[in-house]
């Protein structure tokens, strides 16, 4: 796996680039990032996943480069001890790239900051797309969350995360775009009412 994203990472980022140093450098510091051993779900099975998605909507996307940009680095900082580990990682970006700071700080809380096109909204709904997997899929992802935030007993742990599952239900929707809604959406709502009986 990881040979195929570097292989998609230098595909893109020459584009904008001939430096390979530099293209060398970035790859080592996404590389370093996604598979700190603290990551269990946010590493780069994530992305890849994430990409994987992509495939089937890229039509949909207006700056279709710009985005699998955004994916690379929306959460190449993350501490789950922290809340500003978007802002971190926009501000990342933000260095490396100077073009995706908003589409990466919209993750943060899922709200669309950039309403221009859909490209936003679709970053979103491929970041959450799996809350609305098969149970199996998602009972390993609860499983690798509880993991990277493994430092919190129990009890803090599950009023938290109960907190974050009734903030996305209580949302009209989980999902921004209708081809997610129509994909993911009852799935998703039935997993995260699962998970909340569970904590």
Excluded: C
């Excluded at 990881?2 to 595909?11: A, G, H, M, P, V």
């Excluded at 690379?72 to 990682?89: A, L």
């Excluded at 943060?108 to 609305?132: M, P, R, T, V």
């Excluded at 699962?194 to 904590?199: D, G, R």
């Amino acid at each position: 796996m990881i040979n195929e994203l570097k292989k998609e990472w230098f595909q893109l980022i020459t584009k904008f680039s001939s430096d390979q140093s530099l293209i060398n450098l970035l790859w080592n510091e996404i590389e370093e990032q996604y598979t700190l051993k603290i990551r269990h779900y946010h590493n780069l099975s994530h992305i890849a996943a994430m990409f994987n998605h992509t495939k089937t909507i890229k039509s949909n996307i207006t700056n279709y480069d710009t985005f699998l940009l955004a994916i690379w680095y929306h959460d190449i900082i993350y501490k789950p001890t922290k809340n500003n580990n978007e802002e971190k990682s926009a501000l990342l970006a933000e260095k490396r790239l100077k073009t995706i700071k908003n589409l990466i700080i919209s993750t943060k809380k899922h709200e669309l900051i950039l309403k221009e096109n859909n490209d936003n909204s679709y970053l979103l709904d491929i970041d959450l797309s799996i809350l609305g997997s098969d149970w199996k899929t998602y009972e390993t992802y609860i499983k690798n969350i509880r993991k990277e935030y493994a430092m919190f007993p129990d009890f803090i742990y599950k009023k938290g995360r109960k907190k974050v599952l009734q903030h996305f239900l209580e949302r009209k929707t989980l999902y921004f775009t209708e081809f997610y809604k129509n994909k993911f959406e009852q799935q998703a709502r039935e997993n995260l009412l699962k998970e909340i009986e569970l904590l």
